[in-house]
Nanobody, 118 residues
Framework: QVQLVESGGDLVQAGGSLRLTCAAS????????MAWFRQAPGKQRELVAT???????NYADAVKGRFTISRDYAKNTVYLEMNSLKLEDTAVYYC????????????WGQGTQVTVSS
């Protein structure tokens, strides 16, 4: 497993931007898929964005066009750039790693709080 540490969460006004960072304890080059999830109070955890080892990205409909997932192999880091933030984006954001196609998301970070205010 890989250890993941998220950072970058903050209190931001609606319409603002944030960049979340997920730092991995080792190379992410061979990891099949990295993802960002989020969980709002009283709601189930939901998948926000994914990026595969081949560079393919996928986004939840709620964030398409506003969020961008990217990675930096040299820094063993995955980012989530969030623009045009809405009140409903308020949640704890988690980074996760899926080592191969047959594995579940087996490595998780501790989460970082994003709060969007009006």
């Amino acid at each position: 497993q890989v250890q993941l540490v998220e950072s970058g969460g903050d209190l931001v006004q609606a319409g603002g931007s944030l960049r979340l960072t997920c730092a991995a304890s080792r190379s992410i080059f061979s990891i099949f898929k990295m993802a960002w999830f989020r969980q709002a109070p009283g709601k189930q955890r939901e998948l926000v964005a994914t990026i595969t080892s081949g560079g393919s990205t996928n986004y939840a409909d709620a964030v398409k066009g506003r969020f961008t997932i990217s990675r930096d192999y040299a820094k063993n880091t995955v980012y989530l750039e969030m623009n045009s933030l809405k009140l409903e984006d308020t949640a704890v954001y988690y980074c996760a790693a899926k080592e191969s196609t047959i594995n579940p998301f087996g490595s998780w970070g501790q989460g970082t709080q994003v709060t969007v205010s009006s």
